[in-house]
């Protein structure tokens, strides 16, 4: 028996996965598994240009060997049947393709490793009047807010929702320097010494960060998101959120 649809649902058109690795992965199964519960039907759509290979193995699960939104894609149809329509973009985001892959009322759970590929999407729902970006960061390397480092055990998670025109909560760019001026490069850009240089992730900050996304996508949808940004470190056992929602529209920087 498929479950009531949550109030939100009906404003998108689709639910994009972009990146499908370590935290896309978790994401994408329970997504599909959400999405195919309820009344109501939204296309789940991965999109990675990057490829599943056996060193992976340490840290992803998937069935075979290749492009990694075309082989989540196969195993979560097979899982879900006809309950939900899932389809794979294969392809990196780029300047090139940005517009055709996010576009208005899209809701977009963005699970990417990289600063450069942030920034593009993120200027790119700033751009348009109805979107929800949700995006989980895990960058192997964050701190517990009494200035000591922690490796690999920290991560956060921001939303950045527009509707029809106005900024709800902040874009993801506006209080993360980081992400407005990235010194790294998008996948599709970057030298085989920079993607093998990328910062170690582990497994169960990876897991974390999609479970956090996942918490945020529930409260959007039902309407009852109170924060922003939040951010949590597993060897502390604690998540707290870091930038509260106003209750009334924020108007445009």
Not at 22 to 36: H, I
Not at 66 to 74: I, P, R, W
Not at 138 to 157: C, F, H, L, Q
Not at 158 to 176: A, F, K, M
């Amino acid at each position: 028996m498929s479950a009531p649809s949550p109030p939100l649902l009906a404003r998108h058109g689709a639910l994009k996965v972009i990146g499908a690795g370590g935290v896309g992965g978790p994401l994408a199964r329970y997504s599909a598994l959400y999405l195919a519960s309820l009344d109501d039907e939204l296309p789940l759509v991965l999109v990675d240009g990057d490829a599943f290979e056996p060193a992976n193995a340490a840290r992803m699960f998937f069935a075979r060997a290749g492009n990694k939104a075309a082989v989540l894609a196969e195993e979560l149809s097979r899982h879900v049947g006809e309950a939900l329509l899932v389809t794979a973009v294969e392809e990196y985001v780029t300047p090139d393709n940005v517009a055709r892959l996010v576009r208005e009322d899209d809701l977009v759970l963005l699970a990417v490793d990289n600063h450069a590929t942030r920034k593009l999407i993120a200027d790119r729902c700033a751009a348009l009047a109805d979107v929800c970006l949700i995006s989980g960061g895990n960058d192997g390397v964050g701190t517990d807010g009494g200035g000591s480092e922690r490796a690999g055990t920290y991560g956060n998670v921001q939303v950045h929702w527009r509707e029809n025109g106005v900024d709800r909560t902040p874009p993801i760019t506006r209080l993360h320097p980081e992400i407005d001026s990235p010194s790294d490069h998008r996948p599709d850009e970057a030298s085989c010494a920079e993607l093998m240089a990328s910062v170690p992730q582990l497994l169960f900050t990876n897991l974390q960060t999609a479970t956090a996304m996942l918490n945020a996508l529930r409260a959007y949808l039902e309407d009852d998101l109170r924060y922003a940004e939040a951010c949590f470190d597993v060897l502390d056992a604690r998540m707290r959120p870091t930038l509260p929602v106003t209750v009334e529209p924020m108007s445009q920087a």
